[in-house]
Nanobody, 115 residues
Framework: QVQLVESGGGLVQAGGSLRLSCAAS????????MGWYRQAPGKQRESVAL???????NYADSVKGRFRISRDTAKNTVYLQMNSLKPEDSAVYYC?????????WGQGTQVTVSS
């Protein structure tokens, strides 16, 4: 059973920065895709940033130029650097890891951006 443990959420003022971490229980290169999703109250969960095993990245239009996904394969950890945060970025952020036929989620970490 793959385990994903997120950390780094918190309360920040608009314009500030946070870095989220997702530590995996096995090699992150074994996953086809890893990424970050978020879900705000009353809204559907949405993809924020993805990184493939080959290192290709993809971002939601709403975060392009502000967020950056990266990884440290030695630490089996994926990061999400979030800059220029906006109140609309407030949500629970979830780490996700995909194999071809299975998907795993972390427990989520709350990010709150005050105006």
């Amino acid at each position: 059973q793959v385990q994903l443990v997120e950390s780094g959420g918190g309360l920040v003022q608009a314009g500030g920065s946070l870095r989220l971490s997702c530590a995996a229980s096995e090699s992150i290169l074994s996953f086809n895709v890893m990424g970050w999703y978020r879900q705000a109250p009353g809204k559907q969960r949405e993809s924020v940033a993805l990184i493939t095993s080959g290192g290709d990245t993809n971002y939601a239009d709403s975060v392009k130029g502000r967020f950056r996904i990266s990884r440290d394969t030695a630490k089996n950890t994926v990061y999400l650097q979030m800059n220029s945060l906006k109140p609309e970025d407030s949500a629970v952020y979830y780490c996700n890891a995909k194999f071809p036929i299975s998907t795993y989620w972390g427990q989520g970490t709350q990010v709150t951006v005050s105006s």
